[in-house]
């Protein structure tokens, strides 16, 4: 996959249905944006894909790159999640307490402990969230 059909794939991802909606939503001209999406001109810049990897909650070196580099399909573990007498191990360093494999996305994960929250979550589970989300520390 080439960085126009990333910036394709990651705009679907990110729930915009067409080239035109997405650069409305941010400001940018239509016609250069879509062409940087199918194609028709020269790779966009960094700065311009940096700008694009912002909108879409993407990692720009997956834009750039694609999906061989470590740093965006690893996903850091920043705690376990449960209820009842289940409690939310957060590390105070910040540090992952481990990491999953993953879309290319700025994501963090939990994983669920105990049944508390069946039948919609399980043991085990990983639940995803935007590391937009985390503020402070990289804490959520």
Known sequence: MDVNARI?????????????????????????????????????????????????????EYLAFGSNSKSETSIPVLGVVGAGDHVNIIPEDG???????????????????????EPVYREGDALFRSADFAHGGGRP
């Open 8 to 60: 394709r794939a990651a705009r679907i991802a990110a729930g915009f249905r067409s080239a035109q909606e997405a650069a409305r939503r941010f400001g940018w001209t239509p016609s250069t944006y879509a062409s940087h999406e199918n194609g028709q001109t020269r790779t966009p810049s960094l700065e311009v894909i940096e700008a694009y990897a912002a909108a879409f909650k993407v990692a720009p």
């Open 95 to 117: 540090n992952a307490i481990d990491w999953l494999t993953g879309p290319p996305l700025r994501l963090f994960a939990v994983i669920v402990k105990g049944g508390s929250m």
